[in-house]
T-cell receptor
Framework: AQSVTQLGSHVSVSEGALVLLRCNYS??????LFWYVQYPNQGLQLLLKYTTGATLVKGINGFEAEFKKSETSFHLTKPSAHMSDAAEYFCAVKGGEAGGFKTIFGAGTRLFVKA | GAGVSQTPSNKVTEKGKYVELRCDPISGHTALYWYRQSLGQGPEFLIY????????DSGLPNDRFFAVRPEGSVSTLKIQRTERGDSAVYLCASSDRVGAGNEQFFGPGTRLTVL
């Protein structure tokens, strides 16, 4: 069955440091891939998505992610963390071997940013 | 414009009671999704509507859960004979057209607590 694994339930970085949040999926057919962010007491917001075409995808707030089919990965990065990046981040897949429009989310990674 | 709204924001009920959770999608959005998010987990797909019909209800955990969208806009998630394990945040999302790559816009959620 299609699934999403986010390595690390918590990640802590210093302000200005590189942010790397890991996401791997399992699907025999490459799915559509998404990263969502959830700030405290707010709804999920789309950061970026990969559907087709260029494998390096740029999103809002300086985030980007690269789809690597050979590694079945879609890791999220940001060169320099800001205090306002502290939030919970979810990787999600849609389509793929399951088809349809059912979205499967990972368990999430909470990002802490230290001053 | 207005985003996805959900009412109530919080619902506390007793075990065995019936509850209804409401979702108002973004005007004109034809697709509507319900998810359940337990503490420390990512959103779990419940059901997806395209217009008035449930296109995929494979995520509903059992027959105590039911959702409707009679006019293709507002949706209601209904839970009968609530159990303590139903306690979670119930999220609603909408998107403007069918397509696996389309962005979903999420509401703030309804926090359900079953005592």
């Amino acid at each position: 069955a299609q699934s999403v694994t986010q390595l690390g339930s918590h990640v802590s970085v210093s302000e200005g440091a590189l942010v790397l949040l890991r996401c791997n999926y399992s699907s025999s057919v490459p799915p559509y891939l998404f990263w969502y962010v959830q700030y405290p007491n707010q709804g999920l917001q789309l950061l970026l998505k990969y559907t087709t075409g260029a494998t390096l995808v740029k999103g809002i707030n300086g985030f980007e992610a690269e789809f690597k089919k050979s590694e079945t990965s879609f890791h999220l990065t940001k060169p320099s963390a800001h205090m306002s990046d502290a939030a919970e981040y979810f990787c999600a897949v849609k389509g793929g071997e399951a088809g349809g429009f059912k979205t499967i989310f990972g368990a999430g990674t909470r990002l802490f940013v230290k001053a | 414009g207005a985003g996805v709204s959900q009412t109530p924001s919080n619902k506390v009920t007793e075990k065995g009671k019936y509850v209804e959770l409401r979702c108002d999608p973004i005007s004109g959005h034809t697709a509507l999704y319900w998810y359940r998010q337990s503490l420390g987990q990512g959103p779990e797909f419940l059901i997806y509507f395209q217009g008035t019909g449930a296109a995929d209800d494979s995520g509903l955990p059992n027959d105590r859960f039911f959702a409707v969208r009679p006019e293709g806009s507002v949706s209601t998630l209904k839970i009968q004979r609530t159990e303590r394990g139903d306690s979670a945040v119930y999220l609603c999302a909408s998107s403007d057209r069918v397509g696996a790559g389309n962005e979903q816009f999420f509401g703030p959620g309804t926090r359900l607590t079953v005592l």
